[in-house]
């Protein structure tokens, strides 16, 4: 039996960075105010549909939604912001304070063409703002990401800006797109043919190479934003310099959701090839009242788990195999009777300890600690626990020193923990 195409298992030896990121992630979320919250797999179709968009490709083509019993039509997550949205709602959780901050790490699922860091299930860390209409919560989401990006280790990465407009400054950006798409019209593909009347925005997301050179001189967002969001996009901007944020304005950036507005950004990096984004987000002020709540607006991001783990591993600093605290040499059964009290007292009290239960030689049980790259090796034989004492060896310096059985847990614990 195999994994199905596009999922994948991530074994152990791959699981300490992904860890790591875990770990980083939750405490600088946790210091900014953040909140962990969780959320179903599954949930109705009709969210995602109303949410990301009838005419996206993620609802037209990559969902996973199938009927249960009943007949209900359901699907598998694509993303997480519409079920935060739709469990902010549920809870009327703006009843008691409307401005709420969450963070949220698990799977996803499209159906889109497996490749170099994509996945039919793949993860994301997803981060949300509801409540909060400053141009300053957008500053601070992007602060927010290059710290994170600073804290893993991370080079090589720029962040990219635009703006979206909103309802009242986009009408006339349509009208000049589609002007041009009408213009270029036989140079699209099917798919933005029928989506330049549905949403023209869309057709500036299409990856045809057709589609791209055709609306290389497309018009831009910003420069048809009304007075409000060229103020708010400016204060970003101002807001970001001062930081010491390095940012570039770009003004073929679109998010691949109907449900943005104004701030759109990407978190670029070299590293990966064509899969250049490695975290995204932008602002969303329609999307609470869209499905059914007050008018509130909201703002997040989101970060592909998979090519940011994808990216560290191609660090040398952070190439390093996680390191095993000790592994235990039993030589005899009298010493694989001591071994497996002392590693159970030894894990108990946080000590990444491993003994190999299988009676090998000598010569076999140091390659082994070779391979869980253990830190130390402590070392008994028949003639060390005849004199009361075991060998406790650096794996790196090499240096022996001889221990007293007797007080060898706390010991133990000491040197290693202190």
Not at 6 to 21: A, H, K, M, Y
Not at 105 to 130: L, S, T, W
Not at 250 to 278: F, H, M, P
């Amino acid at each position: 039996m195999q994994t199905i195409r596009g999922f994948r298992d991530i074994l152990p030896e791959q699981i300490s960075l992904w860890q790591r990121v875990e770990k980083e992630a939750a405490a600088l979320f946790k210091a900014f105010g953040f909140n962990e919250i969780r959320i179903p797999v599954i949930e109705k179709t009709q969210l995602f549909a109303r949410s990301i968009g009838e005419a996206t490709d993620i609802v037209e083509k990559e969902m996973y939604t199938f009927e249960d019993r009943k007949g209900d039509k359901l699907t598998l997550r694509p993303e997480a912001t519409a079920s935060i949205v739709r469990s902010y709602i549920q809870h009327k959780m703006y009843a008691v304070d409307p401005v709420r901050k969450f963070f949220f790490i698990g799977p996803m699922f499209r159906r889109e063409r497996p490749q170099k860091g994509r996945y039919r299930q793949f993860y994301q860390i997803d981060v949300e703002v509801f409540g909060v209409a400053s141009a300053y919560i957008d500053s601070q989401l992007i602060f927010l990401l290059n710290e994170l990006f600073k804290r893993l280790g991370l080079t090589g990465l720029s962040a990219h800006i635009n703006s979206l407009g909103c309802p009242d400054c986009r009408p006339d950006f349509q009208k000049a797109l589609l002007l041009l798409l009408e213009s270029k019209k036989d140079q699209l593909c099917d798919n933005c043919k029928t989506r330049m009347n549905k949403n023209p925005l869309r057709t500036l997301d299409c990856k045809s190479p057709g589609c791209r050179e055709a609306l290389k001189d497309a018009p831009a967002t910003i420069d048809h934003l009304c007075p409000a969001c060229d103020d708010h996009f400016k204060t970003v901007k101002t807001t970001l310099e001062k930081q010491g944020v390095a940012f570039k304005v770009d003004k073929s950036l679109v998010r691949g959701l109907d449900y943005y507005t104004r701030t759109a950004w990407e978190i670029q990096t070299t590293s990966l090839g064509a899969q250049s984004a490695v975290a995204g987000g932008g602002r969303y002020d329609g999307l609470v009242k869209e499905l059914g709540g007050p008018e509130t607006p909201g703002i997040g991001f989101a970060i592909g788990f998979d090519r940011l783990v994808e990216v560290m591993e191609q660090l040398e600093e952070n190439a390093d195999k996680d390191r095993m605290d000790l592994f235990i040499v039993a030589l005899g059964d009298v010493a694989m009777e001591k071994a497996y009290h002392w590693s159970c007292q030894l894990n108990r009290a946080g000590i990444r300890t491993e003994v190999d239960f299988r009676g090998r030689s000598m010569k076999a049980l140091m390659k082994r600690a070779d391979k869980f790259n253990a830190a130390r090796v402590l070392i008994a034989g028949e003639n060390e626990l005849k004199e009361n004492k075991v060998i406790l060896r650096d794996m790196n310096t090499r240096e022996q020193i001889d221990l007293p059985v007797d007080t060898l847990v706390p010991d133990l614990i000491s040197k290693i923990s202190g």
